[in-house]
Structure formats: C-alpha cells, structure tokens
C-alpha cells in the first residue's frame, strides 16, 4: 500500500497506540486502564466482540456483570434510531447539508442524540463522515452522506458528531474510508452466505470486494478530510468501511488504523467493524493486530473465544487485546453512560411487548417535539433550481385562490404505510410507490409517520383558497394501454392554473443506481403535462445527482424544486415553501452535469480482484467541472431565492505567522459585504472558494469557507471566513507531509461555485 503517514512510526505488526499526555491524564482513560487490567481474558473477549446477528439491537456486547458494565447497544443510523418504535424519521443527511447551516446541523444531531440515548442505545452508528464521499453519483448510499466536498462534509460531521455526543451518546463516524460504491462491497463468498451486500457481477464465490485504489494525496486531501474535521469533535468510536485500500481490508488495515488514525491523528477511541468485516477479512490475528478493536456482529467465528486463545499462544499480544478494551471502556466512560444512563427499552428485531428470551418492548415515545427541527431543516434543505416566472402569473411561490393540477405518485402517501416496502430493507432497485422522504437500508429510519406532499397540499387548501385536482398515477410504461392515465391527467389539467409534477430519484443500501433519470417516467411525465400546460412547477423528491434537462429546457416549466430527502415533514415543510412562508435558501451540495456520460462511473467489469482506480485524483463534482471544463447544468452551491442578494467590498488580512503555525490554527481572515436587493426578507449561503498557486496540482478552486446570512430588504451584513493553515496546504507525496506551497493564492467570493463575484490574492 502506498505510504500515506506524515509521522511514520515502525513499531512491528502489532502495535500498541500511544496517546496524547491529556489522554493519559483524563479521569477516564485512567480508570479504563484500571478496569482492563482487573478482567479477564475471557471478559475482555466480551467485550471486544459482538453477540452476533441476532440481538436487540442493530449490534450489541456481552456484559460483564462482575464491574457493572453492560452490553452496549449498538443502532442505526445517520437518519435517526432505525426499526424502532416511538422515534422519528430525520432529514437524511444530504438535506441537512443542503441548509448550509451549521446550527440547523447541530440541532437535528441533537434531537437524534436524545432519541438514541432515550431508547438506551449507547452507540450511533453515524454520522456519514465522508464514506461515501461521492465520488460517483451512481452510488447508491450517497444521499446518506453531507454531500460531495470534503470541506463542507467535514464541517458537517464535525457539528453532526457533536450534536449526538452532547446527549452522551457515543457517534461513530462512517465508513472509514473511501467507500464509493455498492457493487462488490462484500466478497463473493459472505454475499452468496447473506445474499444482501450488494451486486457481485463476477458471480464468483471466490471474488474478492472491491479495492478502492488511490493515491496517498488524495486519500490525504479528499478522503480524510471530513473524518479529519470531525476528529475535532471528539468522536469516540469510529466504523470502518467494507472495501479494500489499495489491496488491504479497511478493517486489516494498519497503516490507515495503527499509523494514521490511532498515532497520527490521536485518536483515543475504539474503531468498530462494519457488519461482518472481520468474516470478509478471514482472520482474527490479521485484524486485531493491525488496529480494530471491536468485532461486529461477532457471534460464533472469528473473535471471541479466539481471541483468548491467539493471546495465550502469543498470536495477538496480550497489550493489544488490552488497548482494544481499555479504547472501549473509555468511549463508555468518558460519555458518562456509567451513571444514570437509560437501558435498552426495545426490540429492533420484533414489535412484540415481549420477545422470546424475555426483553420487553416499553414502548417509550421519545420523539419530544423533535418534529419542530426536522421540518425547519425540510424547509431550509429546499433548493430552488428554476423561477422565471416569479411575481407574474406564474412560478413560485404559489398564488392564493389558485386551481392546482397534482399529478405523480410521488405526491402521495405508499401504500402500506410509510414503513412499507423498500424504505428499511434492502430492496432490488424496484419501482417504488408514494413519496420519497429517505432512502433505504441501514441508513433510513423508522417512520411514526409521513406527512406526505398532497396531504399537505390539501390540508392548506382552505387557508389558501385553493382547488386541488390530483391523479396520483405515474406516467404509463404503453400509452396506448395506459390511454385512461393520460385521460385523467388532461382532465386534471383543464381550467388549472398551475400543474405540480412530482418526480423522484430512490436507492439505498446493498445496490448502486443504474440511471441518473428520474424514476417512474418522470421526464415523460414532466414533458407531457409541460405540453398542455404552461405553468408547471416542477417537485423532486431526489436521492442525489439526477438529470433535469428536461425540466430545465421546457418553456413551460416555470420553477423547479428541489426538496430532497426531508423525512417525516416532508409535505409539511414543501407547502411552507410553495406559500412562500419560507423563502427557499437550501444550496445544490454536489454539482448536476447536462451529460450523465461525464460522471464517474461505478466498476461492473467482471473479476474476482475488482478494482476501483481513482484515476481523477482529486478532480471529482465541480472540482472535475472546472479543470475539464464539463457543461454544467446546475452547480455546486447554487440555488435561487425569492429575493435576491448583491455581494461587495472584499477584505483580506495579511497572512503571518503560518511558518510555525498548527494546521488548526486560524493565520488570515476574509470578509465581504452581502446586501439583500430584492423585496423579501431571505437567508443567502456566501460561499469562499480558494485557487492554488499555479503548478500546486490543486483542483481549479475548492471550497474553504461558508456562512448563512438573514437579511431584510436592503440590508447589507459583513460575512467573515476564518481561513486556517491546513486550508492552504497540500499534501507532498515525496516527503509525506503537508505543506504550503509558494507562490499567489486567489480568494473568491460569492454565491456558488460559479457565481463569485469578488476576488482577492494574496503570496505566499
């Protein structure tokens, strides 16, 4: 594997971590000490191992009653406290980003954090911190994560991970790392065993998972990046990833998880498998030794009572089975979760009041009024893509008194409930039915229920004196056979002033996309009723990158509105959008190209050694745009209001000091003038962007800064961007560390990622 550490430290193959002096000197690391160093072998092998597949939760440990330590529960996810009763269905991830809001981020961990610590889960899985990063827009498991820059996903975690672990909740942030696509995460064997992980088009028993194959710089400058920044909250557990890096299992590898993770960057907590890494990795030895310190699901195999006897025959060393528990049992101090904690209260494997070994099922609802933060993230995520029409007869928002023509499924509810059907499982890429709030897998959540768009609709319909006409039917597969459909959408449409098309794009876990088009026909769908009529708004419900040419080149398609993966407030949030009681202020967190071929494909090629190669270097989303010069249809950070905002006065600080300064350390401050020009009150997201000297290697430019700004009519506010030394180094590949290079940096200022208005420079 390619040397990727800027302190290398060869200490052998087994290795135990150090700390920093802070660590060793913590209350609970001293006491973990001291608690290891009292248990057995036996009880540690408990600890460090999982009860297997079947358990109360997503994963849990094995007690040890003789110190009063529980079995730590282990639950999903990024998207709140999945398969459980009394919970609520957040916004995924990619909507909370889509706010560019660090408080609104803030807050919904929060809120999740009480839900998980309500239910007595001491471990969330979550947030996304970057795996994926969203490399490529056909990976089915993007949407869980805060979008495609490392810089804005890091920040985003960071905030994400303090949210959960303010509650003492211990957040796990995920995958680590590079984990960019679905197909071959599991090797041939474990997906012919468990049949869910995902396509293997090899169809070889023997085939190994994919490789994600990168260079040391960008592994440095993309990949860890948001893991990097969320480090600075202190997370206390992190989950590596399925793939390999350059040949070696993420969960084996002790370069990533030794070197870089545990010694270089200091992490004091423990590194948890994803669910049965260590089967795919194929050794207990292999992965202990080389960092992971926690096997799950675990259950009989690998780990466990193995663990005791490769420590007794000296296979594993007795002060790495130490460290790996001593890691643990501080993350379960260090929360605080040995005094007053909640015990589990549920059962994710059954509804039962019940199960069959006695747990029982409380039934606690610890929603609170939780649903308050998931609608205003709803409402704040929303990006408005088009509105040419806004103030006339048409366009957004919408009119009172209006006539309005609904037509799609994805305006209405699924049938069988919203917990029905693809949204918890891990479902083939199928057809879905009703509207689309989160995707599905290991990252979606448990619905108490979903105000779905027409529900919405209809129940504001007397406030706004609207006539509401829906045909929840999706455009047919045979026009001919489907004649009726089309019948009733021309009835629909007749005497309507406005037509809402509701569109969407689903995936999830265990599968990748296959097209970038909207499901269900929607661009059939959007150009028939666009023909006949001639203000139609446009509504995507989306999992990510999907094409809106034809939305965007129709001439009868006045507005198009983004809304996401909003979650349980869905409708809710849209009509406060649509009425124009919200001014939409969400931004495009990944960059829409007009061609889906200029994208970065997911690897199919049959082989039993499957490869991802990272050719593109750190040329991905709209860093790619730029250097390739790519038609871009909608860009990174864009997104409309309905009012406007003007941008003035750049001002930059001299630089000093950064010769000597930590790359944490603040060295210069931007600053720039945003007035609101238009006649709404509204929120605009300023975005920094910086340019390398030339010959760096550097992307054209690349995110380093952001702010969101409330402002009335023509009131003007200064914005202000802390700019830190590791925003202006790279990574030299020769000398295995950072640097900054020499020569003139360009700041620009603006509203995206090509709206910047304002440029300054300054040498280095």
Same mark, same amino acid.
């Given at each position: 594997m390619l040397a990727i550490l800027s302190v290398a430290i060869a200490i052998g193959a087994v290795q135990v971590n150090a700390i920093s002096v802070a660590q060793q000197n913590s209350p609970a690391w001293q006491r973990a000490l001291n608690l290891t160093s009292l248990m057995t072998n036996e009880e540690k092998a408990n600890i460090t191992t999982g009860t297997g597949l079947v358990a109360r939760c997503s994963g849990n440990t094995s007690p040890v009653a003789r110190f009063n330590i529980p079995s730590l529960c282990f639950q999903d996810g990024p998207a709140g406290v999945r398969a459980v009763d009394g919970t609520s269905a957040f916004a995924a991830q990619v909507n909370a980003a889509s706010t560019w809001d660090i408080d609104l981020i803030y807050q919904q961990a929060l809120a999740m954090g009480a839900e998980f610590r309500g239910k007595g889960v001491n471990v969330a899985l979550g947030p996304v911190a970057?795996?994926?990063?969203?490399r490529t827009p056909y990976n089915g498991r993007n949407w869980e994560g805060y979008g495609s820059d490392p810089y804005l996903h890091g920040i985003a975690a960071y905030h994400g991970v303090r949210g959960i672990q303010d509650n003492g909740v211990i957040a796990t942030p995920k995958h680590f790392i590079a984990y960019e696509q679905e197909t071959y995460r599991w090797t041939g064997v474990l997906n012919a065993v468990a049949g869910i992980g995902g396509p293997n088009p090899s169809n070889n028993t023997n085939a190994e998972q994919i490789?994600?194959?990168?260079?040391?710089?960008?592994?440095?400058?993309?990949?860890?990046?948001?893991?990097?920044?969320?480090?600075?909250?202190?997370?206390?557990?992190?989950?590596?990833? $399925? !793939?390999?890096?350059?040949?070696?299992?993420?969960? =084996?590898? +002790?370069?990533?998880?030794?070197? *870089?993770?545990?010694?270089?960057?200091?992490?004091?907590?423990?590194?948890?498998?994803?669910?049965?890494?260590?089967?795919?990795?194929?050794?207990?030895?292999?992965?202990?030794?080389?960092?992971?310190?926690?096997?799950?699901?675990?259950?009989?195999?690998?780990?466990?009572?193995?663990?005791?006897?490769?420590v007794s025959n000296g296979t594993i060393a007795q002060s790495r089975l130490d460290d790996a528990v001593t890691r643990i049992l501080y993350a379960y101090l260090e929360a605080g979760q040995d005094v007053g904690y909640p015990?589990?209260? $549920? !059962?994710?494997?059954?509804?039962?009041?019940?199960? =069959?070994? +006695?747990?029982?099922?409380?039934? *606690?609802?610890?929603?609170?009024?939780?649903?308050?933060?998931?609608r205003k993230v709803g409402e704040d995520s929303a990006v408005l893509l088009k509105n040419v029409a806004q103030n006339a007869t048409g366009g957004l928002p919408l009119k009172s008194g209006a006539r309005l023509a609904i037509f799609g499924t994805d305006a209405g509810p699924r049938p069988g409930g919203p917990n029905y059907g693809p949204t918890n499982g891990y479902p083939a890429n199928s057809t879905n039915n009703g509207t689309v709030a989160l995707g599905s897998g290991s990252g979606s959540a448990h619905f108490p229920y979903l105000i779905d768009p027409l529900a919405a609709i209809t129940g504001a319909a007397?406030?706004?004196?609207?006539?509401?006409?829906?045909?929840?039917?999706?455009?047919?597969?045979?026009?001919?056979?489907?004649?009726?459909?089309?019948?009733?959408?021309?009835a629909a449409m007749s005497g309507a002033d406005?037509?809402?098309?509701?569109?969407?794009?689903?995936?999830?876990?265990?599968?990748?996309?296959?097209?970038?088009?909207?499901?269900?026909?929607?661009?059939?769908?959007i150009y028939y009723v666009a023909s006949r009529c001639n203000n139609t708004v446009v509504v995507s419900h989306i999992v990510g990158v999907t094409n809106f040419e034809v939305p965007f080149s129709h001439p009868n398609v006045t507005a198009i509105l983004n809304a996401g993966l909003p979650g349980q407030e869905s409708g809710a949030a849209l009509v406060s959008v649509l009425t124009g009681n919200t001014n939409p202020s969400g931004k495009l967190v990944y960059t829409i190209l007009?061609?889906?071929?200029?994208?970065?494909?997911?690897?199919k090629t049959a082989s039993s050694d499957p490869q991802a190669v990272f050719t593109e270097g750190l040329l991905t989303d709209y860093r790619a745009a730029d250097a390739?010069?790519?038609?871009?249809?909608?860009?990174?950070?864009?997104?409309?209001?309905?009012?406007?905002?003007?941008?003035?006065?750049?001002?930059?600080?001299?630089?000093?000091?950064?010769?000597?300064?930590?790359?944490?350390?603040?060295?210069?401050?931007?600053?720039?003038?945003?007035?609101?020009?238009?006649g709404l009150a509204g929120r605009e997201v300023s975005q920094l962007y910086i340019s390398?000297?030339?010959?760096?290697?550097?992307?054209?430019?690349?995110?380093?800064?952001?702010?969101?700004?409330?402002?009335?009519?023509?009131?003007?506010?200064?914005?202000?961007?802390?700019?830190?030394?590791k925003d202006i180094q790279i990574w030299n590949e020769t000398a295995h560390s950072w640097q900054v290079p020499s020569g003139q940096f360009t700041i620009s200022v603006g509203a995206s990622s090509r709206n910047l208005p304002l440029t300054s420079t300054f040498v280095i």
């Amino acid at each position: 594997m390619l040397a990727i550490l800027s302190v290398a430290i060869a200490i052998g193959a087994v290795q135990v971590n150090a700390i920093s002096v802070a660590q060793q000197n913590s209350p609970a690391w001293q006491r973990a000490l001291n608690l290891t160093s009292l248990m057995t072998n036996e009880e540690k092998a408990n600890i460090t191992t999982g009860t297997g597949l079947v358990a109360r939760c997503s994963g849990n440990t094995s007690p040890v009653a003789r110190f009063n330590i529980p079995s730590l529960c282990f639950q999903d996810g990024p998207a709140g406290v999945r398969a459980v009763d009394g919970t609520s269905a957040f916004a995924a991830q990619v909507n909370a980003a889509s706010t560019w809001d660090i408080d609104l981020i803030y807050q919904q961990a929060l809120a999740m954090g009480a839900e998980f610590r309500g239910k007595g889960v001491n471990v969330a899985l979550g947030p996304v911190a970057g795996g994926p990063l969203g490399r490529t827009p056909y990976n089915g498991r993007n949407w869980e994560g805060y979008g495609s820059d490392p810089y804005l996903h890091g920040i985003a975690a960071y905030h994400g991970v303090r949210g959960i672990q303010d509650n003492g909740v211990i957040a796990t942030p995920k995958h680590f790392i590079a984990y960019e696509q679905e197909t071959y995460r599991w090797t041939g064997v474990l997906n012919a065993v468990a049949g869910i992980g995902g396509p293997n088009p090899s169809n070889n028993t023997n085939a190994e998972q994919i490789s994600s194959d990168l260079s040391e710089r960008t592994l440095r400058e993309l990949y860890l990046w948001p893991f990097e920044e969320s480090l600075a909250a202190k997370p206390l557990a992190i989950m590596c990833s $399925y !793939n390999r890096i350059n040949g070696t299992d993420a969960c =084996a590898d +002790g370069t990533l998880l030794n070197d *870089l993770l545990k010694e270089e960057l200091e992490f004091p907590g423990f590194v948890v498998s994803d669910w049965l890494s260590v089967f795919m990795a194929g050794s207990t030895n292999r992965t202990m030794n080389n960092g992971l310190d926690l096997d799950m699901p675990g259950g009989e195999g690998y780990w466990g009572s193995d663990l005791v006897t490769q420590v007794s025959n000296g296979t594993i060393a007795q002060s790495r089975l130490d460290d790996a528990v001593t890691r643990i049992l501080y993350a379960y101090l260090e929360a605080g979760q040995d005094v007053g904690y909640p015990a589990v209260n $549920y !059962n994710s494997l059954t509804p039962a009041a019940v199960d =069959a070994v +006695g747990n029982v099922n409380k039934y *606690l609802n610890v929603r609170a009024n939780h649903s308050q933060i998931i609608r205003k993230v709803g409402e704040d995520s929303a990006v408005l893509l088009k509105n040419v029409a806004q103030n006339a007869t048409g366009g957004l928002p919408l009119k009172s008194g209006a006539r309005l023509a609904i037509f799609g499924t994805d305006a209405g509810p699924r049938p069988g409930g919203p917990n029905y059907g693809p949204t918890n499982g891990y479902p083939a890429n199928s057809t879905n039915n009703g509207t689309v709030a989160l995707g599905s897998g290991s990252g979606s959540a448990h619905f108490p229920y979903l105000i779905d768009p027409l529900a919405a609709i209809t129940g504001a319909a007397d406030l706004q004196k609207w006539q509401v006409s829906p045909v929840l039917l999706d455009y047919p597969a045979n026009v001919t056979t489907g004649a009726e459909i089309l019948n009733e959408y021309d009835a629909a449409m007749s005497g309507a002033d406005t037509c809402l098309v509701f569109v969407s794009s689903f995936s999830g876990e265990g599968y990748d996309r296959t097209t970038l088009k909207f499901d269900n026909r929607g661009d059939q769908l959007i150009y028939y009723v666009a023909s006949r009529c001639n203000n139609t708004v446009v509504v995507s419900h989306i999992v990510g990158v999907t094409n809106f040419e034809v939305p965007f080149s129709h001439p009868n398609v006045t507005a198009i509105l983004n809304a996401g993966l909003p979650g349980q407030e869905s409708g809710a949030a849209l009509v406060s959008v649509l009425t124009g009681n919200t001014n939409p202020s969400g931004k495009l967190v990944y960059t829409i190209l007009q061609n889906d071929n200029d994208y970065i494909p997911v690897n199919k090629t049959a082989s039993s050694d499957p490869q991802a190669v990272f050719t593109e270097g750190l040329l991905t989303d709209y860093r790619a745009a730029d250097a390739m010069n790519l038609p871009v249809r909608y860009p990174f950070g864009y997104g409309l209001s309905y009012t406007t905002f003007g941008y003035s006065n750049i001002k930059v600080t001299n630089i000093t000091g950064y010769a000597s300064a930590v790359r944490s350390q603040t060295l210069m401050n931007v600053t720039a003038t945003v007035t609101n020009t238009g006649g709404l009150a509204g929120r605009e997201v300023s975005q920094l962007y910086i340019s390398f000297p030339s010959g760096s290697g550097e992307p054209p430019k690349v995110l380093r800064g952001f702010t969101k700004s409330s402002l009335d009519p023509t009131q003007s506010t200064t914005v202000s961007f802390p700019i830190r030394k590791k925003d202006i180094q790279i990574w030299n590949e020769t000398a295995h560390s950072w640097q900054v290079p020499s020569g003139q940096f360009t700041i620009s200022v603006g509203a995206s990622s090509r709206n910047l208005p304002l440029t300054s420079t300054f040498v280095i």
